[in-house]
């Protein structure tokens, strides 16, 4: 009884933090990240859980995980990575992918703004660490929760302005690679 207790009291918790992470998502668009004066934490590279259709990323020794020189180009501008914030991982993708990708991610409260760019249009997914300040309804979970939403997630289309993406803390948003989800079983 105890051990089913602990294990239904853990699935709530972590139920918890993806309905924050879904509530980040809903809310980017209002309220864009802003620095604050708050120290970086250190990164976490748990790569689990997964999502449909996305693999995870094991961690690079010594520095950021990052697949191509146009992700580490495009991850690397002043105005995705900012002063205080670490990058994490950067990948290449496409725009289709990364808007499937992100909306698996908000388990179904939003519709990517990729979804907006041609489908194979090359895309940068950037995570960055460091003193994120999310919407304030979603801060106000976070503190609820006792945790720090300390990693967030940029896109960066090959032509365009950056697009935000989720913030959370590095627990509930786990580097992963952003893969094509598998065919519809209707299709």
């Known amino acids: 009884m105890v051990e089913f207790l602990q ?22 668009s209002s309220n864009r990240s802003a620095t604050t004066t708050s120290p970086p934490s250190q990164s976490s590279t748990d790569a689990s859980p997964s999502l449909p259709g996305i693999t995870s990323s094991a961690p690079a020794a010594g520095g950021p995980i990052i697949d191509s020189d146009f992700a580490r180009t495009s991850c690397g501008r002043p105005d995705v990575q900012e002063s205080g914030f670490t990058l994490i991982a950067a990948f290449e993708t496409t725009a289709g992918t990364a808007a499937a990708w992100e909306d698996a991610l908000s388990q179904g409260s939003v519709t ?11 895309v940068a997914v950037c995570y960055l660490d460091g003193p994120w300040q999310p919407p304030q309804n979603v801060a106000d979970v976070y503190r609820q929760q006792g945790v720090v939403p300390d990693r967030g997630i940029r896109f960066v289309p090959e032509t365009g302005p950056m697009i935000d ?14 893969a094509a989800p598998p065919p519809s079983p209707h299709s």
């Open 112 to 122: 990517s703004p990729l979804h907006e760019l041609a489908s194979d249009q090359k």
């Open 7 to 28: 294990f239904t009291l853990s699935g709530v918790s972590f139920g918890m933090i993806y309905a924050a992470v879904a509530l980040s998502l809903v809310l980017r």
């Open 165 to 178: 993406g989720p913030i959370a803390p590095h627990d509930s948003l786990p580097i992963l690679r952003p």
